[in-house]
């Protein structure tokens, strides 16, 4: 309260149609906000806070739910109308990881977005992935390891930028492989390299170093590495504000063996040195 009298604070919440992970809207059924409303008196110059839990246990779709709160101050003044404001909660199952999504890294071809999958304005073209063999929610095998690719609609949010994000996952029984289908971006010829940390059930851990490759291979002058496994190749890549680059572009594949006998709990990806790690999946197989 930035004015010089108290105010009476009277607000409610209410949960909101959301938004699935492939971009249909899904109904707040079964997500409910206690208490729902309620009041705060805030001193002149002070501060008041009420908390609220959201529950999302009874929702019937995985999806990102925006919960509104709304408020009204007494007495009236001009000015102290608290602005109305949301905030979004996601449901998802474990070993979904579209909830950590960070960078919009496809796009069709002519379409205008934000921000690139690269920070500097490129991502990849969704129609020369598609002639790959990479549409949205398909599965893939690389080396043994199974993969889904992003089931979301070109220009949204579809892959991670590795930054130690720890994600829960849920392998079946008898994982014995791991792997993570990305790119690096603004690499050199030594791609971008991090410590995948893989924390299972038990509480132990395992370091798996993981090293991938240039998206653009710097544009034709570096070698794949030998750790990665190219797993789609684009002739061109899009520019943010829609027009196309014929630069080749890749997708790739990098695996590792996890410790016998054990079931995981957890990633943590790597917090990349020598350019960034974008990850549009991570996988789990017995290859």
Do not use: C, M
Not at 34 to 63: F, I, Q, R
Not at 196 to 201: E, H, S
Not at 210 to 236: E, H, K, R
């Amino acid at each position: 309260n930035f004015t010089g009298h108290r105010l009476t604070v009277r607000w409610t919440a209410a949960p909101g149609t959301g938004t699935s992970p492939s971009g249909g809207s899904v109904p707040a059924a079964g997500i409910t906000v206690s208490p729902a409303s309620g009041s705060l008196t805030v001193p002149a110059g002070g501060t008041a806070t009420a908390s609220v839990t959201v529950t999302t246990t009874g929702a019937s779709s995985d999806g990102s739910y925006p919960v509104t709160f709304s408020a009204s101050a007494g007495p009236a003044r001009p000015g102290t109308a608290p602005p109305a404001t949301a905030v979004n909660v996601d449901v998802a199952k474990t070993g979904d990881i579209w909830p950590y999504y960070t960078n919009i890294g496809i796009s069709s071809d002519g379409q205008v977005v934000g921000t690139g999958y690269d920070g500097s304005g490129y991502t990849y073209s969704a129609n020369a992935l598609a002639a790959a063999g990479l549409t949205p929610g398909a599965a893939l095998t690389v080396g043994g390891v199974g993969y889904t690719w992003p089931d979301v609609p070109p220009g949204q949010a579809d892959s991670i930028e590795a930054d130690g994000q720890t994600i829960p996952v849920a392998f079946p029984a008898g994982t014995t492989k791991i792997g993570l289908l990305g790119s690096a971006i603004d690499a050199g010829a030594g791609g971008a390299t991090g410590t995948l940390t893989v924390t299972y059930t038990d509480g132990s851990t395992q370091q798996i170093p993981i090293a991938f490759s240039d998206w653009t291979l710097g544009a034709g002058a570096d070698q794949l590495l030998p750790s990665d496994t190219i797993v789609a190749t684009a002739p061109y890549r899009n520019r943010t504000s829609g027009i196309t680059q014929p630069v080749t572009t890749y997708v790739y594949a990098t695996s590792a063996a996890l410790q016998p006998a054990k079931t995981v709990a957890s990633v943590t990806l790597p917090t990349a040195s020598g350019g960034d790690i974008g990850v549009f999946a991570i996988g789990a197989g017995t290859g």
